[in-house]
């Protein structure tokens, strides 16, 4: 990140996350590592959490939410399977410790947050980082991303939903490409089921990866509140 030092106070415990939270697991993709190491999430963890940053357990961002626990944004984004080219839809800013993570092995970012506070404050650690291929939306993203400010190619080629899902909502499926992957925690409140699902002539093809717990997706085609 630029005018960031490598050799910073958080490099040991960044460097144990890598080892045992995500090598010694199932984190394979080398960029993934590659990102992970790179990203500082302490950046997106508030000042009475410092000392957890890089403990493998969600934290709280303020208004109700959490950041996820980094074995869950690195299993996330490699199950996405995005390259350099991909336009990837994320819905639930929150701390945009994830965005941070997809917008460096993505073309561009999209993504959709609930609650103005936290996509401002996000938006500003973001921009003190450098990170610029990231749009914001602030509203209900179980409606999609907005129909007008759509990229290019009118659809999403990756979408990573950071929040429990009653079921996939529609809308995110429509805006889904033929051939794109969408990941996300699907469920009811207090345990989900992580899917990693494939659009194939307008059917999502779902496989199962593990089971998981977020906060819920309040909207529209989530959650009631
Ligand atoms: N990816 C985030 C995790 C955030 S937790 C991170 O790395 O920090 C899930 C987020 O989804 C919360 O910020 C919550 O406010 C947001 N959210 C809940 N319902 C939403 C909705 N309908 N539209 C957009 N965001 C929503």
Not at 172 to 199: E, H, M, N, W, Y
Request: hydrophobic share 35%; glycine share 10%.
């Amino acid at each position: 990140m630029p005018g960031r030092q490598k050799k910073d106070g958080f490099s040991a415990s960044r460097e144990r996350m890598l080892t045992w939270d995500l090598k010694g697991r199932d984190i394979t993709d080398p960029r993934v590592l590659a990102v992970m190491a790179e990203v500082p999430r302490d950046e997106f963890i508030p000042s009475s959490h410092q000392s957890q940053a890089y403990s493998d357990g969600p934290l709280p961002i303020g208004m109700g939410q959490t950041i996820s626990q980094p074995y869950i944004v690195a299993l996330m984004t490699q199950e996405l399977r995005i390259d350099r080219g991909c336009d990837v839809l994320e819905i639930g800013t929150g701390s945009g410790y994830q965005t941070a993570v997809l917008s460096k092995l993505a073309k561009k970012v999209y993504t959709v947050e609930r609650f103005g506070e936290l996509a401002e404050s996000a938006q500003a650690v973001l921009g003190r980082l450098g990170v610029s291929n990231i749009e914001f939306h602030v509203g209900d993203g179980s409606c999609g991303w907005p129909v007008p400010k759509l990229p290019p190619s009118g659809y999403f080629d990756r979408i990573m939903i950071t929040a429990a899902v009653p079921q996939i909502p529609a809308p995110l499926a429509g805006q889904l490409v033929d051939g794109g992957f969408i990941v996300a925690p699907v469920g009811c409140r207090g345990s989900q089921t992580l899917v990693s699902c494939r659009k194939k002539e307008d059917k999502l093809i779902e496989r199962i990866v593990c089971d998981v717990r977020f906060v819920r997706l309040l909207g529209k085609h989530g959650f009631e509140q």
